[in-house]
């Protein structure tokens, strides 16, 4: 399957900071997902980005906190916006094409003080 | 709302013994994906089950989908202290952007020499 590199690996960022990751996938793929994942819990998807159009976010989830770009079919962008505390998590980037297996980003994991 | 259920969320094992992890889910599936993460990495892909009655076998670890049960089985065979990890089943379903993936939660495995 195709590999993702995603960076930073991980971050330590000061409250109201905002912090964009970065997803590069080295073959195209249609769909890419940001996840959010609490340390010793599952994912959570944050939205769905499609190229050419934008984000679906799940519930419980914003564009104004955590927008999303996509601007090709082998990069997307997630930017956490305005942190606080509660937003410091593990994030992780997916690609799938159709019905296939995903594949995932290292994750960048966050914290936020 | 499609709802995934991973027990036992925590196995504690001794090597050599047998076990096994259900995974049930709420809706319709034809498709169920497990991954395996370890502490501190991303996620990979263990198998991928695409039809009611599927089998997959990987070394010690056997996967079964039985989708009339809406019900996955991950069997571990003769566990060894490399098998220690967390579990993840994941199954298919829609939103507003396409197929998603939504994960259970999660089978975090100890495997005691």
């Known amino acids: 399957s195709a590999v993702i590199s995603q960076k930073p690996s991980r971050d330590i960022c000061q409250r109201g900071t905002s912090l964009t990751i970065q997803c590069q996938v080295d073959s195209q793929v249609t769909m890419m997902f940001w996840y959010r994942q609490q340390p010793g819990q599952s994912l959570t998807l944050i939205a769905t980005a499609n190229q050419g159009s934008e984000a679906t976010y799940e519930s419980g989830f914003v564009i104004d906190k955590f927008p999303i770009s996509r601007p090709n079919l082998t990069f997307s962008t997630l930017t956490v916006s305005n942190m606080s505390p509660e937003d410091s998590s593990i994030y992780l980037c997916?690609?799938?094409?159709?019905?296939?297996?995903?594949?995932f980003g290292q994750g960048t994991r966050l914290t936020v003080v | 709302e499609l709802k995934v259920e991973q027990n036992p969320l925590f196995l504690s094992m001794q090597e050599g013994k047998n076990y096994t992890i259900y995974c049930n889910y709420s809706t319709t599936s034809d498709r169920l994906y497990w991954y395996r993460q370890d502490p501190g990495k991303s996620l990979e892909s263990l198998f991928v089950l695409l039809s009611n009655g599927a089998v997959k076998q990987e070394g010690r670890l056997m996967a079964s989908l039985d989708t009339k049960a809406r019900l996955s089985t991950l069997h571990i065979t003769a566990a060894v202290h490399d098998l220690s990890a967390t579990y993840f089943c994941?199954?298919?379903?829609?939103?507003?952007?396409?197929?998603?993936?939504?994960f259970g939660g999660g089978t975090r495995l100890m495997v005691k020499p």
């Open positions: 997916s690609g799938r094409e159709g019905w296939t297996e995903a594949f």
């Open positions: 994941a199954v298919d379903s829609w939103n507003n952007a396409g197929n998603m993936l939504t």
